[in-house]
């Protein structure tokens, strides 16, 4: 038999016919390795079902019925439950606690879970278990990673929900690259998925992702799963975040907040204060913001350092926040207000491990910047929202009221916003400061 070789990009999944040094999609060098392919897996991939077209009336519009997992965040994060026949894909960094969060929700459910895992042994998954503890007495074990094998077992057991750690774990027969590779990934997180739509079978498959952030290997699983997750958080901190980045059956604004304990994941209901940390004294170059994480409030720290760049070319760096989006603040500061920022190193840092894009903390980023600048502190009892635009004013942001109130509840004194966003003052006990450009904010903070 001639064995077909096809050359796939290990970092995004890219097909090439041909090897090259480049990868021409994602411009990684050196990802693209040729991968083995057996005839049979071709011959299969041609076979197309046979549909009919219906009429967009005769389609069932009713909700979809939803599965709780009984863990309220992550429920929200998946817009209200599990959807039958679901694929669910949840990456995160090694050591995050995907397998801590998938087997907490396998014990708690009341369903018959099964529990596939190539990574761990069944003893070490039970000694995690007895740490975590609420075991329903439902959940089975599997310790296997091959597909077919997989398949069949499914057959047998029928399980209400499956589980599978991890997908770089699975190998199928078809494929004769080694797991972990493209085509081995693609190829059996197909059977699964197959799986799931032909029986109904909700599946969460986990997945590793690189330090770049993207589910390693394949970018091209994300386009096959209904919805994908993301775990992320810094391991030195306690949080985890849970984020939607996809979402067939829900919105991708929600988050669901984790703090990993010694007996797992615990929820957190009330995140809002959690990321602040507690300085007695105000130091210069940190801000305080209010952002919208989903539909939740939640106060988050902006620490900013200005300091004279000490090699040519100066630097700017950031943690949780969009590097392009500092670059043009800080723009707008050199323009409009003449502050002199084009010589000098700036780091940008979101406490508490977090990713914030809501664009209502440009204000506070700004803040930070020019109370580093002038080594002058911002009080810690003041909080900053507005979005900059570039022409230095201060734009009104959506849900204000929800973010003063949040502010005014965790006691802020002050709250500075956009002059433009409609709000009653004397429906408050906090100060609110209304700002029409950039540089009103000097005088006031400084
Ligand atoms: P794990 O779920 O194995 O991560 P992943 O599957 O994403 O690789 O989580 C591993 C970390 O979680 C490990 O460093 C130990 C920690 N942990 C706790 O702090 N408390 C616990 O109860 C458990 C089970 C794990
Ligand atoms: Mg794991």
């Known amino acids: ?51 009919r077209p219906v009429k967009l009336i005769e389609i069932d519009a009713t909700e979809e019925y939803r599965m709780p997992t009984n863990n309220a965040e992550l429920d929200r994060v998946l817009g209200g439950g599990i959807v039958p026949g679901s694929v669910i894909l949840l990456g995160g960094e090694p050591g995050i606690g995907k397998s801590t969060l998938m087997l907490q929700i396998a014990l708690q459910l009341p369903l018959n879970t099964l529990y596939i895992s190539g990574e761990e042994s069944p003893k070490q998954i039970r000694m995690r278990a007895e740490r975590i503890g609420h075991d329903k007495g439902k959940m089975k074990l599997l310790f296997e990673t091959n597909v077919q094998k997989i398949w069949h077992t499914l057959q047998q057991e029928k399980p209400e929900i499956v589980i599978i750690d991890s997908i770089q774990t699975l190998h199928s027969d078809v494929i004769e690259s080694s797991a972990g590779s493209v085509s081995q990934i693609r190829e059996s997180a197909g059977e699964i998925i197959k799986y799931a739509k032909q029986t109904g079978t909700p599946v969460f498959i986990i997945g590793h992702i690189n330090k770049e952030g993207q589910i390693a290997g394949p970018k091209v699983l994300e386009h096959m799963v209904d919805t994908v997750l993301q775990f992320e958080g ?35 209901k009330n995140p809002s204060k959690l990321l602040l940390t507690s300085k007695e004294t105000d130091l210069s170059g ?26 040519g070319t100066p630097q700017r760096t950031t943690t949780g926040y969009d590097t392009k989006r500092l670059h043009m603040i800080l723009a707008v500061l050199e323009k409009r207000m003449g502050i002199k920022l084009s010589g000098k190193d700036v780091f940008l840092n979101i406490t508490g491990g977090i990713r914030i894009d809501d664009p209502a903390i440009d204000l506070a980023v700004a803040a930070a910047i ?48 956009s002059r433009h966003n409609k709000i009653n003052p004397e429906d408050y006990k906090i100060s609110i400061n209304g700002i029409g450009e950039i540089k009103d904010l000097q005088a006031l903070i400084i």
């Open 1 to 51: 038999m001639k064995l077909k070789t096809t050359y796939y990009c290990q970092n995004c999944g890219t097909q090439y016919s041909k090897w090259m040094g480049q990868c021409s999609t994602c411009k990684e060098w050196n990802t693209i390795v040729e991968e083995v392919i057996s005839k049979k897996e071709t011959k299969n991939r041609l076979k197309t079902p046979k549909g």
């Open 234 to 268: 810094d391991r030195n901190h306690l949080f985890r975040i849970l984020r939607a980045q996809k979402n067939r059956f829900g919105s991708t604004n929600e988050i669901g907040i984790f703090e990993m304990y010694n007996k797992g994941l615990r929820e957190i």
């Open 286 to 311: 940190t801000v305080i913001s209010v952002a919208m994480e989903g539909i939740r409030p939640l106060l988050v720290e902006v620490q900013a350092l200005v300091s004279p760049a000490v090699y």
């Open 370 to 417: 020019l109370s580093s600048n002038n080594d002058a502190p911002v009080s810690n009892q003041w909080a900053f929202v507005g979005e900059l635009g570039l022409t230095g004013e201060v734009r009104p942001v959506t849900r204000i009221e929800q973010r003063i109130t949040e502010a005014e509840k965790l006691g802020f004194e002050r709250i500075f916003i």
